[in-house]
């Protein structure tokens, strides 16, 4: 197969800032001699969700005379390169681009350090990694206790939606009731080691994760059903609305209308 290039895209609203609030997800595709993987929820689905949310609320974050509440906080989306393994999934055969992306801020030094703030991975807040989404009736656990406050605060905004009729209710698939995207019940609520994904670097190195990725798995992970024809709509509406919300109360963004959620 020869050498491979990987490039990772960071894009940050506004660098001058000490701390970020980190959305991320992996834009590569599997290579699979079989056919032609198209990854669908693995992982198109999340990064378009990340390009939604920077459309929707990128004029809230760049007009100085709005009233911030964190003026120290911004929003960075990372997209992943190099996720997928080539042959298995080993420590070395799989997640290039955050293995790297990861050492090298582990090794670089904020412009103005401080006794929090020494080098990039400091500037983390937390790091949000979506994965595997768009199948309707997937759930996410509570993987990690660390950020359980985060779990718990896209919990109860769910309900909070759902109760003033802002969430749809039908899958555009299955013509089924939704159910809710949490499991706070799960097998692996606090085992979020048993999942492998781009944020096990970052988590080694001590930064806050929350990972958004369903358990068990969609039924069409790593094969050719990974298509759009799996994709619901109203899930992803639903997560769209879900995570720009979630964004907005957690930079604590002011005011924000309804309909711009």
Same mark, same amino acid.
């Given at each position: ?46 990064? $378009? ?47 290039? $681009? ?28 937390? &790091? ?63 085992? $979020? ?12 190195? $001590? ?34 609305? &879900? ?7 957690? &930079?604590?963004?002011?005011? &924000? ?5």
């Amino acid at each position: 197969m020869g050498n491979k290039s990987f490039a990772n895209i960071i894009v940050t609203q506004n660098p001058d800032k000490p701390s970020r609030l980190v959305m991320a997800a992996h834009y590569d595709s599997k290579y699979v001699p079989d056919f032609e993987f198209i990854g669908a929820t693995d992982s198109a689905i999340p990064c $378009g969700l990340l390009m939604n949310i920077a459309e929707s609320i990128n004029y809230m974050l760049a007009d100085k005379s709005m009233n911030y509440r964190q003026p120290q906080k911004t929003l960075q989306f990372i997209f992943f390169d190099g996720e997928e393994a080539f042959e298995s999934w080993t420590a070395t055969d799989s997640i290039y $681009g955050a293995r790297h992306l990861a050492h090298t801020w582990e090794t670089a030094m904020v412009p103005h350090p401080t006794k929090t703030l020494k080098n990039r991975l400091d500037q983390i807040e937390v &790091l949000v990694l979506l994965d595997l989404l768009g199948t309707p009736n997937v759930q996410f656990p509570n993987f990690y206790r660390p950020t359980s406050w985060l779990f718990d605060r896209l919990m109860n905004l769910e309900s909070r939606l759902s109760n003033q009729s802002l969430l749809r209710t039908i899958s555009t698939t299955t013509n089924q009731p939704l159910m809710s995207f949490f499991n706070p019940n799960s097998v692996l609520t606090y085992r $979020g080691e048993s999942i492998g994904d781009d944020h096990v670097p970052f988590l080694s190195r $001590g930064v806050n994760v929350l990972h958004l990725i369903p358990f068990p798995f969609p039924p069409v992970w790593h094969n050719i059903a990974d298509n759009a024809d799996c994709i619901d709509q109203a899930v992803v509406e639903n997560l769209a609305l &879900l995570l720009r919300a979630f964004i907005a109360e957690y &930079l604590e963004l002011d005011p &924000l209308p309804h309909n711009d959620l």
